[in-house]
Antibody, heavy 118, light 105 residues
Framework: EVQLVESGGGLVQPGRSLKLSCAAS????????MAWVRQAPTKGLEWVAS????????YYRDSVKGRFTISRDNAKSTLYLQMDSLRSEDTATYYC???????????WGQGTLVTVSS | DTVLTQSPALAVSPGERVTISCRASESVSTLMHWYQQKPGQQPKLLIYKASNLASGVPARFSGSGSGTDFTFTIDPVEADDIATYYC????????FGGGTKLELK
């Protein structure tokens, strides 16, 4: 059974940093592109960043470029999102997902809530 | 970015057929996918590449379309289908529609 378990969310002040993790199991992690998708309270879904299966290429939405870094450790089957210079508009539940251009975001974690507030 | 436009809400009764539309601001070929999200839960993939049923998804759900116009259908609707449905394109930098909230009449 595919499992994606996010952790690392919490309350953080504007301008500070936070690192999210996503532990994967039940599939060959190193074969899959991965992504982070977020959802602000009562709002819709928003893609944040993606990474290729090797980690050699990364992609970001414009609003997080230069502030967020997606990475992975295939030996640990873990995906990361380093978030720096956080803003109030980054407040959201962050989901870890598998990412395939043809098959979409097939598997999702349960999400971790990040609240940016003073 | 490719903008995806969905109608915000639809009211349905169990047993009816419901169709949700998603219009893209530019062609996305058939790289359109559909998700169901219930309150407090993560999204669930239902349809990928416009018309392909994801694993374990009942055949009451279907999708069609190509280019800029896509539809998602539930026939017949069950009470458990009350949720918000999102379209998502993967032709270029991923974007989602604003979601269509299915409500009971």
């Amino acid at each position: 059974e595919v499992q994606l378990v996010e952790s690392g969310g919490g309350l953080v002040q504007p301008g500070r940093s936070l690192k999210l993790s996503c532990a994967a199991s039940g599939f060959t992690f190193s074969n899959y592109y991965m992504a982070w998708v977020r959802q602000a309270p009562t709002k819709g879904l928003e893609w944040v960043a993606s990474i290729t299966n090797s980690g050699g290429s990364t992609y970001y939405r414009d609003s997080v470029k230069g502030r967020f870094t997606i990475s992975r450790d295939n030996a640990k089957s873990t995906l990361y999102l380093q978030m720096d210079s956080l803003r109030s508009e980054d407040t959201a539940t962050y989901y870890c997902t598998t990412d395939d251009q043809v098959r979409g975001f097939a598997y999702w974690g349960q999400g971790t809530l990040v609240t940016v507030s003073s | 970015d490719t903008v995806l436009t969905q109608s915000p809400a639809l009211a349905v009764s169990p047993g009816e057929r419901v169709t949700i539309s998603c219009r893209a601001s530019e062609s996305v070929s058939t790289l359109m996918h559909w998700y169901q999200q219930k309150p407090g839960q993560q999204p669930k993939l239902l349809i990928y590449k416009a018309s392909n049923l994801a694993s374990g998804v009942p055949a009451r759900f279907s999708g069609s379309g190509s280019g800029t116009d896509f539809t998602f259908t539930i026939d017949p609707v069950e009470a458990d289908d009350i949720a918000t449905y999102y379209c998502h394109q993967s032709w270029n930098s991923p974007t989602f529609g604003g979601g269509t909230k299915l409500e009971l009449k």
